[in-house]
């Protein structure tokens, strides 16, 4: 596919025409469509979100905030669509990595400031955080294309999300 646009790979991967599309879309035309999807007309954030719900693709959403976002650039990590499996032991290892870390991290930070000899460490610990944080945030992506997907009821596992 080259150089097309994840949006238009995400269109052709579901079989649709440009009218096809618009019309599952219900507020982009044909046109507009054809626009996003050859670069000469940015999308707009309210068109990436009808875009996610309708292609039943949340990582438009994702893509969107880390890579064309002008805010977003500069603190949305952008997230693969990787499979349960791995997305928990990339979770486990960074874990794991952290309980190490963990009173390394409340020696350097107990005294409210980080001294150039123990900054080292701590862009070290910091790197780990990240890691969770983006692992984190696979695990929602993920959540999010099972519900798109209908393979998670999204009634109960939003009812039992509010009760916890």
Not at 54 to 81: A, F, H, M
């Amino acid at each position: 596919m080259g150089n097309e646009n994840i949006y238009k790979e995400t269109r052709k991967s579901l079989g649709l025409s440009r009218d096809d599309a618009s019309k599952l879309l219900g507020v982009i035309t044909p046109e507009r469509l054809e626009r996003i999807e050859n670069n000469k007309f940015p999308i707009q954030p309210d068109e990436v979100c009808v875009m996610a719900d309708k292609y039943k693709e949340p990582s438009l959403r994702n893509y969107y905030c880390s890579t064309q976002c002008p805010i977003g650039q500069q603190s949305v990590p952008e997230i693969k669509v990787k499979n349960l499996a791995e997305i928990i032991i990339q979770m486990i290892a960074s874990l794991n990595s952290m309980k190490k870390k963990q009173e390394r991290l409340i020696e350097i930070t107990s005294d409210g400031r980080i001294d150039n000899e123990e900054l080292n460490d701590f862009i070290y610990i910091q790197k780990e955080l990240e890691r969770i944080s983006t692992t984190v945030e696979a695990l929602r992506l993920w959540t999010e294309t099972m519900i798109a997907e209908e393979k998670i009821d999204v009634e109960k596992y939003n009812a039992l999300k509010e009760l916890g």
